[in-house]
């Protein structure tokens, strides 16, 4: 099992930039061998994929509401994946949340531990 702890969410104008932190852990949970994600769920709506980042940092995705404007990134010797957001939108307002794959590679098989998540409110 994973322990998730995301961390930098805040109040910040439209244009502006926030870095997501998502700290990892676990007894038995090996954090530089799977791939990392962040999802948001805005009020009202259903969670949605933000970005993801395989286990060595090199490969990563996005979706195409962020493309151009966020960078995930990763730090295995912290165990700890960011999210650098820049040229934030009023449509960016949402918890965000770190997931952990099964896998090194990206497949979208998150194990089933979420954090509490993180708030991010971009006003206009």
């Known amino acids: 099992q994973v322990q998730l702890v995301e961390s930098g969410g805040g109040l910040v104008q439209a244009g502006g930039s926030l870095k997501l932190s998502c700290a990892a852990s676990g007894r038995t949970f090996t954090f530089s061998t799977v791939a990392m994600g962040w999802f948001r769920q805005a009020p009202g709506k259903e969670r949605e994929f933000v970005a993801a980042?395989?286990?060595?940092?090199?490969?990563?995705y996005y979706a195409d509401s962020v493309k151009g404007r966020f960078t995930i990134s990763r730090d295995n010797a912290k165990n700890t994946v960011y999210l650098q957001m820049n040229s934030l939108k009023p449509e960016d307002t949402a918890v965000y949340y770190c997931?952990?794959?099964?896998?090194?590679?990206?497949?979208?098989?998150?194990?089933?531990?979420w954090g509490q998540g993180t708030q991010v409110t971009v006003s206009s």
């Open positions: 980042i395989d286990w060595r940092g090199t490969t990563k």
């Open positions: 997931a952990a794959d099964r896998t090194p590679q990206w497949r979208g098989v998150i194990m089933d531990s």
